[in-house]
């Protein structure tokens, strides 16, 4: 078999491999794929018969590597024929017999080296390709790399280091602790906490949402600071009940990006525990703060509120508009998960928080839409007239909907009755009169019924 010489070819695949720190196996294969795509540019230029190839013409082609001689030769498989029409993937019988092939068949294939003889003009081509499309094919066995490792990383939190800042965007390094080097992740603007200092190799933890698939330029990697699981990560790293499953979160509510550039970031989450010497809350918050002091401080002074989860939706709503008092939780309309909080005078701006935040987030927490009350001017006959009309127009609106789908429902069984006694009334034997009806025209009709008339007439 031919060779074509590639000088320094062992050297390249060890300093490729350690450079971008992907297996011999992988450079290998991103070899042998861009010299492939040069005999592929080398045959269309050589193309003297202008024959037509398409995308899957060269499929049956291949590259060999010798690493120790440091060269490469081109195969074909090819399929032995008693007459050939397409010399690049057929071969005759008679042709595989004169090369030593005495029990070759009909239908058999052969790898056969189908290197060109000028190896001096195919071996540059072959060079000027390689060079052009091996930097394309390591980048995607490093996309394909990176997407293995990460994959099954996600929705976990990991370590990263600022590299550089790309329009909105902060560009990280992090790593999987696998012991593989660091990968470029990116931090939106979105997912930014506003106290959050970003400079040159400062370190922050960061929440991995989403590994991209495809090859898409850029980052592949999509982590967050303001997704509600960096906090479950930092109590669940901080409160060993929680590791051990003694002390529970049942739900988190964040606000990391306010609205309003005058109300701080916030954190509602509510905590719970089946065993009685346990208080979840004091868990969570440690030793005079110590505990959410540390997640706090990751979090660059965010705000966060512990809570007692319920299963009495009042108490749970109660709690999570802690720190204010409240007196009483009205469940007005527990279907529709409406509901009323009185509290005092001096407590409506806690509950309600700058901005609306507290409540807001409260509502998310529990998943009632909370209406904080005046409790000294507060209505409450009216209150209960309003939501029982409200329930009773809801109610007929229902009732009235059933009965359309009831009618609707005996309407289309009823056409379906008229339809069958329809198809068997054409199947039944018709009188001698209805046949002589059907033969006769418009105008036969009409003669007809003016004889009738005429003769009623005379009677």
């Known amino acids: 078999m031919s060779m074509i010489e590639l000088s320094g070819l062992k050297d390249l695949i060890e300093s490729i491999s350690r450079e971008r720190n992907l297996p011999r196996s992988a450079v290998q294969a991103a070899i042998r794929e861009a010299l492939l795509k040069g005999y592929e540019r080398y045959r269309r230029a050589q193309n003297l018969e202008r ?213 701080g970031p916030r954190t509602k989450i509510a905590v719970d525990t089946l065993d009685r010497d346990v208080d979840p809350v004091g868990a969570c918050i440690g030793a005079r703060g110590s505990r959410i002091q540390v997640v706090v401080n990751e979090l660059r002074g965010e705000k966060i509120d512990v809570i007692r989860w319920s299963p009495d939706p009042a108490t749970y709503i109660a709690n999570a508009l802690s720190p204010a008092r409240v007196d009483e939780v009205r469940l007005m309309d527990p279907e529709s998960r409406q509901t009323h909080v009185l509290v005092a005078e001096d407590q409506l701006s806690l509950a309600i928080g700058k901005e609306g935040q507290n409540v807001r987030l409260a509502a998310r927490l529990t998943g009632w839409k909370i209406d904080i009350k005046d409790k000294v001017k507060y209505d409450r006959e009216g209150e209960d007239i309003k939501f029982a009309a409200v329930r009773a127009q809801q109610a007929t609106e229902q009732e009235y909907e059933e009965e359309y789908d009831e009618e609707e429902y005996e309407e289309e069984e009823l056409g379906e009755e008229e339809l069958e006694a329809q198809e068997l009334k054409e199947l039944e034997p018709k009188s001698e009169y209805e046949e002589e009806m059907e033969d006769m025209d418009d105008e036969d009709l009409e003669e007809e019924a003016e004889e009738n008339f005429d003769t009623s007439k005379q009677k």
Request: charged share 30%.
């Open 51 to 263: 024959k037509q190839f398409d995308e899957e013409y060269f499929d049956n082609c291949d590259v060999q590597l010798d690493i120790e001689d440091e060269g490469f030769r081109v195969v074909a498989t090819k399929t032995i024929v008693e007459t050939v029409e397409n010399s690049d993937h057929e071969i005759s019988l008679d042709q595989v017999k004169d090369m030593g092939g005495e029990g070759a068949e009909l239908g058999q294939e052969v790898v056969l080296d189908v290197t060109p003889s000028k190896k001096e003009e195919f071996g540059r081509m072959a060079a000027m390709q390689t060079k052009q499309v091996l930097a394309q094919k390591l980048r995607d066995q490093q996309r394909q790399m990176v997407q293995e490792e990460f994959q099954d990383l996600e929705s976990s939190v990991l370590q990263a280091r600022v590299l550089r800042f790309e329009r909105q965007s902060v560009i990280l390094a992090v790593s999987s602790s696998f012991g593989q080097p660091e990968v470029e992740a990116e931090l939106p603007k979105r997912e930014q906490l506003p106290n959050d200092n970003y400079r040159a190799n400062a370190t922050f933890k960061v929440y991995l949402k989403k590994v991209s698939q495809g090859q898409q330029r850029g980052p592949q990697l999509l982590v967050s600071r303001a997704d509600a699981g960096l906090v479950v990560y930092l109590f669940a790293n901080e409160v060993p009940e929680i590791e051990d499953e003694v002390v529970r979160i049942v739900a988190v509510a964040r606000e990391a990006n306010p609205p309003s550039r005058y109300v």
